[in-house]
């Protein structure tokens, strides 16, 4: 079994340590590095049931940071990048777009320019592996779906600057010969998913019986995957994709977000044992977010041909699995809505 280093970035944060913790267990004769500066999405209480493995070790850093970069490289000389460090909520690239840029853009050359200096002439058997999201393709209409020729076309600062990440990427690959694939997902659901997004943020409001904010009327459609389905995708890209290309992810699983949030009501009152529609009692229409997408949908046959990936749960169980996740991991919860969580909370919506 062939040794190798492997970098993987944001590994502290939602899919990352879904990410970490696969590669981690499935290739003990791998060394995985996982480099996080630990902003308020990375937490390492995510992988402490892996921390002690051999095979894990954990960097703080910012990939902003270009000479802390450069000699992380020049020290470990890594074989592989799995690039999953970003800023990675629409609506805080609302309030704050430049972080958007820095992080998401800057970060992701610094990574690409260290791989490209370690790696020069010497690029055989090496990865540079680029994880981004379905949102560079845009907003569909009622029909059809995002194939890997849809042209971009991002419309918010977030998918802006993951469009422009993931069009760097490729253009390493072809004017320095760089081994680059990317893959583009859709919306990723589970455990340890920070509660700023919709699924965990009403899963958290449901619990503490406080108002579900829904934007506008509730009818943007979104393709939700289960996350271990995810990180099975990206374990299998970096494995098995081909130089230069590129892969859709979907769940083939369409919702509205009001058809959604009834669902995890009726979770909630089964689980909570509360009188049924107690919960969808707590739904209300907000403000809707500023140009907001209507919806996404993958196609992701791609994958499916050429290397044999679907979706394995379906909805039903994988809703339950994280709604009894977050309801047996209250000391987690907690933890990541205590202090900023708060004034995040209401600069975001009490205004809405
Ligand atoms: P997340 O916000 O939960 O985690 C991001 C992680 O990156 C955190 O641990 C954070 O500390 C780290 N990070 C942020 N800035 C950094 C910096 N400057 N230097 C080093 N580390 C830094 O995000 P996520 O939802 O797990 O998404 C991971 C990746 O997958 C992102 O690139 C995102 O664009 C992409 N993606 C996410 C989804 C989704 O549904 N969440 C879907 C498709 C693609
Ligand atoms: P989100 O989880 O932020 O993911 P994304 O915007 O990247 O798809 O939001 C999912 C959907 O839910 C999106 O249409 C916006 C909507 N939404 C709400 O209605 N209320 C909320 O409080 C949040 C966070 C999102």
Redesign the pocket.
Known sequence: MEHKKLLI??G?????SHVVRRFVKNYPHYEIYN?????Y??NLMNLKDIEDYPNYHFVK????DETFIQDLFNQHQFDGVVH??????VDRSISNPTEFIR?NVL?TINLLNAANSIWKGQMEGKRFYH????EVYGSLGDTGFFTEETKYDPRSPYSSS?ASSDHLVRAYFHTYGLPVVVSN????YGSFH?PE?LIPLAINNIKLMRPIPVYGAGDNIRDWLYVEDHARAIDLIFHKGRSGETYNIGGANEWTNLDLIHKLCEIMDQKMHRAPGTSAGLITFVKDRAGHDHRYAIDFTKLKNELGWEPSLQFEEGLDRTVEWYLTNEEWLNAVTSGNYQHYYESQYEKR
Not at 12 to 16: D, H, K, Q, R, T
Not at 84 to 89: C, D, G, I, N, R
Not at 131 to 134: F, Y
Not at 185 to 188: A, D, L, P, Q, R
Request: proline share 0%; glycine share 16%; hydrophobic share 35%.
């Open positions: 970035t944001g502290a944060g939602f899919i990352g480099l996080d500066k630990l902003t999405a990375g850093g910012d990939i902003v999953l460090a970003a800023e990675s909520h992080t970060g994880i981004s999201t379905d993951k997902c859709s919306n990723n920070f997004k």
